[in-house]
């Protein structure tokens, strides 16, 4: 699965399970948090993430 | 035609003279009158049409806020009353490209104007946008500025006349799979003999038809089962040793890093450093976690989440990637983490 910002791109070249980053410079963080706060959003992207790798691709 | 054809010209912020990557996440804005590149613009239209405005935005700030910014801009270029909006050219950065085609649809569809983008072929607006919008292929070079610019003028003009167009190849844009009637000079059967007789002579011939191009991608199975999973965490964002040791290309990459992790808790940003052309590396360079998220990857494994991280991240840039080298790197990482038993890949994109 990929972790993106430009989900319509990913779309394009095929990329079938895809959801939203932090940002182009900060995927899987978001520096004007606070690094407690910036790692608890990371945990949540990489479990949202993982929920994804569960979960079958309607085609 | 009396009236001179009123246009606003996009620009991403370094075209408009804005700033670089550091300014990247700027709003949308304007300028009145011709900026950058919109001044070798206004000298092609000569007394066809004047550059009333300049629009521009951020590249990571559209990408980011795509429909906030279309919106934005599209309410700004209204007060221009423009004919005819032309949209860079962005050669070959993806985001800029993205971003013209997006304008160019909003305003096409909401404002009821003609536009012409101007990017690459290969660029992913491209494929995006080509069957809405005429797009001129500038190559991927900001050398051919002028004769993209000029294409892309005589193009509009043609538009806002309500000219007939020629074919594609003919007027520079990328097709837009849109069919028309035309007479031959010979006859359906005729053609096809000629073109046979030049292909067993070895002669150049084109078809009338253009193969399409499927790319269907079978989707992988669902992993049913997290703690049993393996794991492997893979980025375009240019990750790699302190120093590069595997020379990895920050633009146009030809390869990938292979960075071993086993053990490792977090991304020590002393050991290890972002390579990339394409957007400000700074943030991901201070904490490399924001580009790989290891720290809570190793955490859930120390959990049982999920049963394995695998052993190696792999990297590579995303920056001005060649297509062909693109899929080749893609498909190398591939073959290596499913013969090493990976069964899932988390991607981090920039």
Redesign the interface.
Known sequence: ??????I???K???S??AMG???????????ELTPEK??EF??D???R??QI?????R? | MTEKIRVVHYLNQFFAQVGGEEKADIVPGFKEGPTGPGRALQQILVEHGEVVATLFCGDNYFAEHSEQAKEELLRQMARFKPHLLIAGPAFESGRYGVACGAICQGAQERLGIHTVAGMDEENAGADLYCKHVYIINSGDSVVRMLPALRRMVTLGIKLVQGAPLGRPEEEGYIPRGIKRNAFAAKPPAERAVDMLLAKIRGEPFKSEIAAPQFHHIKPAAALRDLSSAVIALVTDGGLVTEGNPERMEPGRPTRFTTIPVEGIDRLDPKQFDVVHSGYDTAFANQDPHRLVPLDIMRELEQQGVIGKLHESIHATGGAHAAVENATRIGQSIAERLKSAGVTGVILTST
């Open positions: 699965m990929q972790i993106c910002t430009m319509p791109v990913a394009e070249v095929g079938l399970r980053s932090g940002g182009i410079v900060s995927p899987t963080g978001n520096p910036e790692k990371r945990r992207l990489v479990l993430a993982l790798l569960k979960e079958d691709v085609e």
